[in-house]
């Protein structure tokens, strides 16, 4: 079996500019714990996952500094940013995943099984022909497991 045996097709879609509170609230009427974002043309640009939404609520940690002989050492300053830079964000670019990893429909459901389990990654966009055809999640491989597709 591959991805396109049990991918969702029927994708609600979220545009870069869309302020977060509607991402939420959209979130929660669908059902959905994520999108993928695309732009006016249809062209994908990225995920937003409720991960996205839940970093804007966390606590800042500062970047730690180590003395070194001649001065301080700074680590972490550049997730520091990023973290700041989410939390701070009112929109859906702000927050999204630029740089999602994708499948094809004819990836194997083997395949997913351990780029979900060794990278901690439960949604897919699904492309094909450099378009978005899908997305496939943890849902989806339950379901089929329920209806008996694997």
């Known amino acids: 079996m591959n991805v396109r045996d049990i991918m969702t097709t029927d994708v609600i879609t979220v545009s870069p500019d ?3 509170h509607s991402l939420a609230a959209l979130f929660v009427e669908k059902g959905i714990s994520g999108a ?8 994908l640009q990225g995920v937003v996952l409720e991960e996205g939404l839940i970093v804007r609520d966390k606590k800042v940690h500062l970047p730690t500094f180590l ?3 001649t001065g301080f050492v700074t680590i972490g300053e550049s997730r520091f940013e990023q973290e700041l830079k989410k939390m701070a964000s009112s929109t859906v670019a702000g927050i999204m995943n630029p740089n999602p990893v994708t499948l094809s429909p004819e990836t194997s459901l083997e395949e997913l099984a351990t780029l979900m389990v060794e990278k ?3 949604y897919f966009p699904v492309k094909e022909s450099g378009k978005l055809a899908g997305v496939v999640t943890r ?3 339950v379901r089929a497991m329920a209806q008996n597709k694997i």
């Open 18 to 20: 869309m302020d977060v």
């Open 36 to 43: 993928p974002v695309v732009d006016a043309s249809g062209s």
């Open 67 to 69: 003395y070194i002989l």
């Open 120 to 122: 901690g990654i439960y």
């Open 139 to 141: 849902k989806d491989i």
